[in-house]
Every structure is written in structure tokens, then in C-alpha cells.
């Protein structure tokens, strides 16, 4: 068989040919189409990857973030209580004190009240036996007493120490009024001339006394001059007594605190 080398060079050449125009036109771009995917994906791969791990690192952050959020709340939370207790303690502290002062208050109150109540039928019943003690020594007065009361206080005028004359001399001598001499009953004339005498001693010169009568004066004789006065009676007697019994239970009542 004849070969002929025409032909099959000119096949040759095709074939050649072909295969640059399938290599050129063909092969190549489908070569750099796969390329080109494969970069495609090989890019979204990574892209998804650097996604996967920018997400891991995400939920990471936010699992760091709840974990710190939720001690952060405890401790907020454990604050909130401890500051409650606190609160708490704090409050009923202060309801202890106040109902420990009220009691107090209570109790002093209802100690003062009660004393005052005392103090005032103490008071009351004192008036009452005065008022009965005076009416008694007012019905049992009589002028044989008045006399003896004259003698009693020709004796007290008589003791009376120095200044104390002294003091009536002055009372005298400022205005030189008339002394007045005051008694429940009327004195005869020798008690009269009596207490005369002891005044006319006292301040060395005759003087003209004035005599009255007052009821009101219980079984003594007072004598008074220029804001001067001397007095011996029952009723000066009672007077002070009811005087010092009455401060002596204002200070029962309201007792002065002691000093340090």
C-alpha cells in the first residue's frame, strides 16, 4: 500500500492544528474557567473559614461577655442583699431605740403623772386639815388664851436678837408710824400695857399703840409697823407648817439631780 505523505502530513498539520485550536480556544479557557473556580472556592473557603473562625471567636467574646455579665449580676445582686440586711438591721435598730424612748417617756410620764396626782391629794388633804385644824383652835379660842398668847408674845418680842430690833427700829423710825397691834379678841388693858412697855424698851421712847381685833388671827397677837411685822399665833404656826410641807413634796415631786 502506497502511503501518501501528503496526506498525512496535511492530517498531521490538522491534527496539529486542532489540537492548538482546541488547546487555544478551548482546553485553555475551560483550564482557566476550572482554575478560576477553583480559586472561587478556594476563596470562599477561606473567606469562610476566616467567617468560622471571626464567628467562633464572636461567640467566644460573647460567651466571655455572659459569663462576666452574670458575675457582675451576683455581685450586684449579693451587694443589693448585704446592703438590704444592712438596711434592715439599721431600721429595726433604730424602731428598738425609739420604742425603748417612747416606753421611757411613757413610763416617766405615767411615774410624773401619778406623782402629781399624789402630790394633789396630798395637797388637798393638807388644806383639809388645816382648815379643820384652824376652825378646831378658832372654836376652842377664848380670852383666858388670848391673855396667855399676849405673854407669849411679850416673851418673843422681848428674846428678839439685836439685828432683828434692830430692823424694827428702822421700820419705826423711816415713817414713825403708829404701830398697830391686832388680836382675835379684844386684850384688857394690863396685856395692853404690857406689850407698850416692851415696845416703849425696845425703842427707848413712849409711843401710842394702836389696838384692833381680827378674827382672822387664831390665839396670837401681831404687831406691825411701816412694812414691819412680828407675829406669835397659830395660824403663823400653821402657816409655816403648811409652808414647809408643801415645798417638801414640790421637792419629793421634782427632785433636784445630783451633781457630779
Do not use: C
Amino acid at each position: 500500500m502506497k502511503i501518501n505523505w501528503f496526506t498525512v502530513i496535511a492530517q498531521v498539520i490538522n491534527f496539529v492544528l486542532l489540537v492548538w485550536l482546541l488547546r487555544k480556544f478551548l482546553y485553555k479557557p475551560i483550564l482557566d474557567a476550572v482554575k478560576e473556580r477553583e480559586k472561587k472556592i478556594v476563596d470562599q473557603l477561606r473567606e469562610a473559614d476566616d467567617k468560622k473562625t471571626s464567628s467562633q471567636k464572636q461567640e467566644e467574646d460573647f460567651r466571655k461577655q455572659q459569663q462576666d455579665f452574670n458575675q457582675q449580676k451576683q455581685t450586684l445582686m449579693d451587694q443589693a442583699v448585704s446592703d438590704a440586711n444592712a438596711e434592715k438591721q439599721k431600721m429595726l435598730d433604730n424602731a428598738r431605740v425609739e420604742a425603748n424612748a417612747l416606753r421611757e417617756r411613757m413610763e416617766k410620764a405615767s411615774r410624773e403623772s401619778q406623782e402629781a396626782d399624789h402630790v394633789e391629794r396630798t395637797e388637798k388633804t393638807q388644806r383639809r386639815v388645816f382648815d379643820i385644824t384652824r376652825k378646831a383652835l378658832a372654836d376652842i379660842a377664848s380670852v383666858s388664851l388670848e391673855e396667855q398668847s399676849a405673854a407669849k408674845f411679850i416673851q418673843r418680842f422681848s428674846a428678839l436678837r439685836d439685828e432683828e430690833k434692830k430692823q424694827f427700829v428702822d421700820a419705826f423710825k423711816s415713817n414713825a408710824n403708829t404701830i398697830l397691834v391686832r388680836s382675835a379678841f379684844e386684850l384688857p388693858s394690863k396685856q395692853q400695857g404690857e406689850i407698850s412697855n416692851a415696845v416703849d424698851e425696845v425703842l427707848h421712847t413712849n409711843v401710842q399703840l394702836q389696838f384692833r381685833t381680827a378674827p382672822e388671827i387664831i390665839s396670837g397677837i401681831e404687831l406691825s409697823t411701816n412694812g414691819y411685822k412680828l407675829a406669835w399665833s397659830f395660824t403663823e404656826y400653821l402657816n409655816t407648817l403648811d409652808k414647809n410641807i408643801s415645798e417638801s413634796l414640790k421637792e419629793k415631786a421634782n427632785p433636784v439631780p445630783e451633781k457630779n
